[in-house]
């Protein structure tokens, strides 16, 4: 059993209902049934963290160099584009790491195509809706 971590920040939780043509009808609920369904069938433990709060995250993240986390999920949100702080605290640890986005940020507005947390994880996934989250806990799990 590998014990992975997804995190979600800001906005993640309003799924369903923000901006549905960009990402989804799905709600966040969805999204923990799906992650904890590919848990179950993977006889893996995945935990899902979500906050609104950068230093929230970031304690997050520095947790799971304590609790033996072997692998981070993160969509960091809009902290993607300019949150050192959550960068410097992925570069901490040494799990794999793989950083999501449900929308192609590629496409969209300029800033958007801006990662600054990029760097400090092994993988980028984006542009592939909620089943990027089952694409990088599979990226990790082939890693570890």
Same mark, same amino acid.
């Given at each position: 059993?590998?014990?992975?971590?997804?995190?979600?920040?800001?906005?993640?939780?309003?799924?369903?209902?923000?901006?549905?043509?960009?990402?989804?009808?799905?709600?966040?609920?969805?999204?923990?049934?799906?992650?904890?369904?590919?848990?179950?069938?993977?006889?893996?433990?995945?935990?899902?963290?979500?906050?609104?709060?950068?230093?929230?995250?970031?304690?997050?993240?520095?947790?799971?160099?304590?609790?033996?986390?072997?692998?981070?999920? *993160?969509?960091?949100?809009?902290?993607?584009? /300019?949150?050192? !702080? $959550?960068?410097?605290? &992925?570069?901490? =640890?040494?799990?794999?790491?793989?950083?999501?986005?449900?929308?192609?940020?590629?496409?969209?507005?300029?800033?958007?195509?801006?990662?600054?947390?990029?760097?400090?994880?092994?993988?980028? *996934?984006?542009?592939?809706?909620?089943?990027? /989250?089952?694409? !990088? $806990?599979?990226?990790? &799990?082939?890693? =570890?």
């Amino acid at each position: 059993m590998k014990k992975l971590l997804v995190i979600n920040g800001p906005n993640l939780n309003f799924l369903g209902i923000r901006e549905k043509s960009v990402y989804g009808a799905q709600d966040y609920q969805y999204l923990l049934d799906m992650i904890e369904k590919k848990a179950q069938e993977g006889g893996n433990r995945i935990t899902v963290f979500q906050s609104n709060h950068e230093g929230a995250i970031i304690d997050r993240i520095q947790e799971a160099y304590f609790d033996g986390t072997e692998g981070i999920v *993160i969509n960091p949100g809009a902290y993607t584009h /300019y949150s050192y !702080a $959550i960068r410097d605290a &992925l570069a901490s =640890i040494t799990v794999p790491k793989v950083e999501i986005h449900i929308s192609d940020i590629t496409k969209r507005e300029e800033f958007r195509k801006n990662s600054v947390t990029k760097d400090a994880c092994d993988h980028q *996934i984006y542009g592939q809706g909620l089943d990027g /989250y089952l694409q !990088a $806990i599979d990226y990790i &799990l082939g890693i =570890i």
